[in-house]
C-alpha cells in the first residue's frame, strides 16, 4: 500500500486507439478490447486520476489506471463483464460515490474507478407508495442523502435513518452500515432498505431484496463493496416532522453520563415509544480544542471552567422532532424526559431549528472549515463498536488515560449506545455480540505530515483493547492482513468467503479494502 502520498513504484498508463486500449494492470502492460458502447466513457487523463487516487482521509495514494464515468447501471455491468473476459488477467473495480473512506478503502491501484456520480445527470430519486410497503422511494445508488431529504420532503415525508453528515452516497452508506443518534431506535440505514439492484462482481445485473435473492440482498447490506456495486436501493420513509428541539446535556461522572444514555435508548415501554428521536453524545476536553459554538455566548466561559476543573465533560445530545400538531406539548415532553437525567444541574442547553437544518447541521461546519482550509487534510479516524459490558473499562483507560493524560490534542470524539436488536444478523456488516453496544469515533484531524502520530495513538488504543480482552469491532474497518479481518468478521467469515466466491469469482471488486486483494 502507498500511503502519505508516496510516488508509485510504476507509472500507469492508457492508451486509446482505434478499437483497442493499452491498460496497466498489476505492473504489466496489457492491449485489451473494451466494447464499443463503454470504450469512451474510459478516461486516464490527469485530472480524472489524480481526483480518484486519494479520498477524504488523505492518509493513502494509489493510483488507478483509468476512471469509468458510465451513463447507466447497464455500462458498470458491460465493464465488469470485459474484465472478466479480459484473456489474460481481469483488473480490478471499485466504485467511488463520494470518496469519503479515510483508508483508502474506495480506490482501485491499477484498475479502474467507476465515478458513480457521472449517473445522476437527471434525479433518479422518485416517491412512490404501496399496499404493502407504505412509503418509499427508489434512489439511485450515487445519490446523496441530502438530495434524497430534499426530494422525500417535498412530498411530506423523510428516511428515518441518517449519517451525521447528509453528503454521502446511497449506496456509498449502505456497503457500510448508515449509523447516527437514530440508529438506537430505527436501527442503521441498512435496516430500513426494502430492494436492491446490484451489478454483481460476474456482471450480472440483479433485483434482491428480503424475498428475491435474500442472500445476496443481505450481503451487500453492510458488505463493504465486496459482491456487488449497489445502483438502486428501495428506502423505507415515513411523515416527517417540521422543526427539532435539540438539546445538549453536561456531566462530569461518565457513570452518570452512560447510566442515562442507557436509560435513554432503552427499548422498553414509553420510552421508546414517546422518548427521544436522537441520541448521541461527544466529549469536551481539556486539552482542546473546545468547540463551543452550540452554546450561548455568555454561558461558554462557565462550561471552559467545567472542563478545566474535570479534564473531561461528558455531552448528551438529544433532539425531539414535532411539527404543528405537537408544537403546544413538545417542550413538556423534553422538560418530563430531562428531569430523570442526572446531568449538571444548570448545565441544560438547547436550540429549537427545522427538521432539515438539524439533520445538515455538518454542512456549515464543513463550510467553515473549507473557508479556513482546514477540510481537505489528513483525516485518521478510528471507529469503533464497544460493548456495553466494557465501555466503562474503555472510558478509564481510552479517554482517561490515552487521550487525557498524554494530552493528546483531541477533534470529536461521538459516544452513543446503540441496540442489536435494530440490526438484521443476515447482514453482512459485523457488530458486538451484546444487546448494547457503544458506537464511539475519535475523528482526528491533522496536517498532511503529522497524521502518523494519531495514527499511533490508535494503534495505542486497539493494543490496549486486545490486553485488556474488551472485544471491539472497527465500524469502516481498516486491516492490512486476511488474519485480521478473519479475526473482524468471526464465525461469519466462512460465509462471507462463500458469498465472495459466487458473486465475485474474480476478486474484481473493492480492492482498496484489502480483504481479498493484499
Not at 415525508?157 to 449506496?171: A, N, Q
Not at 446503540?418 to 443476515?426: A, F, L, S
Request: proline share 5%; with cysteine; hydrophobic share 40%.
Amino acid at each position: 500500500m502507498a500511503e502519505n502520498f508516496a510516488v508509485p513504484k510504476y507509472l500507469t498508463t492508457m492508451t486509446f486507439f482505434t478499437g483497442f486500449m493499452m491498460l496497466s494492470t498489476t505492473g504489466t502492460s496489457l492491449v485489451l478490447f473494451p466494447p464499443k458502447d463503454i470504450a469512451g466513457m474510459l478516461r486516464n487523463d490527469t485530472e480524472s486520476i489524480n481526483s480518484t487516487s486519494t479520498d477524504y482521509g488523505h492518509i493513502v495514494r494509489e493510483f488507478p489506471a483509468a476512471v469509468f464515468n458510465p451513463t447507466s447501471p447497464n455500462d458498470i455491468a458491460s465493464l465488469i463483464l470485459f474484465s472478466n473476459n479480459n484473456s489474460d488477467e481481469p483488473f480490478r473495480v471499485a466504485a467511488r460515490g463520494q470518496g469519503h473512506s479515510v483508508r483508502g478503502q474506495g480506490l482501485a491501484p491499477d484498475g479502474v474507478v467507476i465515478n458513480m456520480t457521472a449517473l445522476s445527470k437527471g434525479s433518479r430519486i422518485v416517491v412512490s407508495e404501496s399496499p404493502s410497503l407504505g412509503s418509499y422511494a427508489d434512489v439511485g445508488g450515487e445519490q446523496l442523502w441530502i438530495d434524497v431529504l430534499h426530494a422525500t420532503l417535498d412530498h411530506g415525508l423523510t428516511p428515518v435513518s441518517w449519517t451525521d453528515y447528509l453528503y454521502l452516497s446511497v449506496g456509498g452508506t449502505l456497503s457500510n452500515a448508515g449509523i447516527s443518534g437514530q440508529t438506537f431506535r430505527f436501527g442503521p440505514q441498512i435496516s430500513n432498505v426494502y430492494e436492491l439492484d446490484v451489478v454483481t462482481g460476474k456482471g450480472d445485473f440483479i433485483t434482491c431484496s428480503s424475498t428475491k435473492k435474500p442472500k445476496l440482498f443481505y450481503a451487500v447490506l453492510g458488505g463493504l463493496g465486496q459482491f456487488g456495486i449497489i445502483t438502486r436501493a428501495r428506502i423505507a420513509l415515513q411523515p416527517a416532522p417540521n422543526r427539532a428541539k435539540w438539546v445538549r446535556l453536561l456531566y462530569s461522572n461518565f457513570s452518570a453520563f452512560s447510566s442515562d444514555q442507557e436509560l435513554l435508548i432503552s427499548t422498553s415501554g414509553k420510552m421508546e415509544r414517546d422518548g427521544f428521536d436522537y441520541v448521541e453524545g461527544l466529549l469536551l476536553m481539556q486539552q482542546g480544542p473546545l468547540d463551543l459554538s452550540f452554546y450561548p455566548v455568555a454561558d461558554q466561559s462557565r462550561i471552559a471552567s467545567l472542563v478545566n476543573q474535570y479534564g473531561i465533560v461528558y455531552t448528551i445530545e438529544v433532539v425531539k422532532y414535532y411539527d404543528d400538531s405537537t408544537k403546544d406539548t413538545v417542550d413538556k415532553v423534553v422538560e418530563k424526559l430531562t428531569k430523570r437525567l442526572s446531568f449538571v444541574p444548570g448545565f441544560m442547553f438547547e436550540q429549537d431549528v427545522s427538521y432539515e437544518e438539524f439533520l445538515d447541521r455538518v454542512r456549515n461546519e464543513e463550510k467553515m472549515l473549507q473557508s479556513l482550509g482546514l477540510w481537505d487534510i489528513a483525516h485518521p479516524w478510528m471507529n469503533l463498536f464497544v460493548p456495553k459490558s466494557r465501555i466503562s473499562d474503555f472510558d478509564s483507560g481510552v479517554f482517561k488515560d490515552i487521550l487525557l493524560k498524554q494530552k493528546v490534542p483531541a477533534a470529536l470524539i461521538l459516544i452513543y449506545p446503540i441496540n442489536r436488536n435494530k440490526w438484521n444478523g443476515r447482514m453482512s456488516a459485523v457488530i458486538p455480540d451484546e444487546d448494547v453496544f457503544y458506537v464511539v469515533g475519535l475523528l482526528h484531524s491533522s496536517g498532511f505530515n503529522e497524521w502518523q502520530a494519531f495514527d499511533e495513538v490508535n494503534k495505542k488504543l486497539l493494543q490496549f483493547c486486545h490486553v485488556a480482552g474488551i472485544m471491539v469491532k472497527q465500524y469502516l474497518p481498516h486491516y492490512e492482513t486476511p488474519e485480521d479481518w478473519k479475526i473482524h468478521f468471526g464465525s461469519n467469515w466462512q460465509s462471507f468467503q462463500e458469498m465472495k466466491t459466487k458473486s465475485d469469482p474474480n476478486k474484481i471488486l473493492s480492492p482498496g479494502q484489502r480483504i481479498f486483494n493484499s
